[in-house]
């Protein structure tokens, strides 16, 4: 008699921190398991960086080296806090797994911060340790003294600092195995700033156990994807993307450094966006799947049509990280003439990144959902507002739960209470679920636009301003109204040489949107919006500039 095989998606009930719910039986206890299983990819290239190419052997020899600085020199021990403040450098790989292959806590810095904001991110956290580029370092300067850093690591740097040496340095000498720890799937791993787009940021805890939740979510979604795809003749690509997102965000860390770390796969880094570089990188490196902003996207496609690039190495082209617009969904099936499969993933800080994904044909189909829970782990729920389920087709709070959502803020409990129910996240976002199950967000419930009592949706009506060519950049705000409350104002970036004016694009909406939802007042510029780090507009920012005199 033989054993039955293992199903590697087993779904076993569990409780996790107190809340009972579903989990993969046999996902990664920690990410120092995902990084020890990721050296028999060897001799694998694993970081590219301009004209540098690091291999999977190197990288291991690199972070065995730094983890045993961390811990001999400076006294690094499990659960301590090690912040990371730089560009999408191959360092920022190598600190990071480092780090967590201690089982000490990475803490990722926004690396758009002002000097006094990194020093609140590393007072708020107590890290003891810093990573930190040139730019960073210049920054925080005049801060390091008031925080509880006690060693800075200089990446790409040769400043001065106390209690500084170089990164380069760290990672030479003898080639000492990583020590040996003991790390339970609910220790912290890695302290995750929010955004901050309204007040302080807020440090999302997330756990060795959400790591690898979400990488089984991923290799589920992928096996169940490749059952439904028709037979190819072709043998695919080496796996390789292209990181257009920040890895102190959870689309550039969990949606790509970690699968692509654990997958053997290519990571291609940039010093900055650039869609023309892009376009050659992507050709020249093979990339096989890139995620982006919607903007990066749209400027991406754009870049490609004018250097006669048809990106022919791509397979997947998702974007994500704020509201997309249908029209992109259309465009890149069309461009690419359904040969990649464009793909929207929903999810947040605090749900470690997309728990809803839609994508291939069936985002095609559907190009205004952000699509179903990523793997049967993942739950959903439409809540009203004493959150309670509201049935399809009725919009209330999106709540989410399952291994991915995040154990709360760090030293912020009545945040966390605020902020959970019995496991459930409360994202903040206004959502609607069909007879099917397929989910979509219609706004954040702070950006509805309430005019004369009718909830008017910023997406929507972006959506329409997206079908004109002419426009390359849309945000709906809400503009005070002493009789309404409320009317619609929209700021529109349009394409170079354009002459649109914006009798025009009330128009373009009016022929698109109910009377009540056109924008009363329409700004057009031919300059970027102001964005985050993680490419979401800044509406609030938007919204003081352009209605201080209402």
Known sequence: MTDAPINPFEIVEAEVLG????????????????????????????????????????AH??????????????????GDRVAIATRNYPEWAIAYWATVSLGAVAVPLNAWWTGPELAYGLTDSGSVVLFVDDERAERLEPHLAATDVRAVVLIRSERSVPNGELFVDAVLGDDPPLPSVDIAPDDDATIMYTSGTTGRPKGAVQTHRNFGAFLMNGVYRTVMAAASAPPSDTAPLPAATLLTLPLFHVGGLQSFLLPFTASGGKVVLMYKWDADQAVDLIDREQVTSLAGVPTTVFQLLEAAAAKGSELASLTGLSSGATLVPPELVRRIDEQSKSRVAPGNGYGLTETSGAAI??????????????????????????????????????VGEIWLKGPTVIKGYFNLPEATAAAFTDGWFHTGDAGRLDDEGYLYVVD?????????????????????????????????????????GEEVGAVVRVREGSTLSADDVRAHVGERLAAFKVPSQVWISGDELPRNATGKVLKRQLRESLTADH
């Open 19 to 58: 809340v009972p719910m579903k989990v993969f039986a046999h996902q990664p206890a920690s990410l120092r398991q995902i990084w020890d299983s990721s050296a028999a990819h060897g001799d694998n290239v694993f970081l590219v960086f301009e004209d540098e190419r690091i291999t999977f052997a190197q």
């Open 61 to 78: 020899r690199q972070v065995r080296a730094l983890a045993h600085r961390l811990s001999t020199v400076h006294g690094v021990r499990q």
């Open 444 to 484: 954040r419930l702070k950006d509805v636009v309430i005019r004369g009592g009718e909830n008017i949706y910023a997406a929507e009506v972006e959506a329409a301003l997206y079908e004109h060519p002419d426009v390359t950049e849309a945000a709906i705000i809400g503009i005070p109204h002493p009789r309404l």
């Open 357 to 394: 994904a839609n994508f291939g044909p069936a985002y095609v189909a559907r190009p205004d959902s952000v699509g179903l829970p990523i793997s049967p782990v993942i739950e959903v729920r439409i809540a009203d507002d004493q959150g309670s389920p509201l049935p399809a087709g009725e």
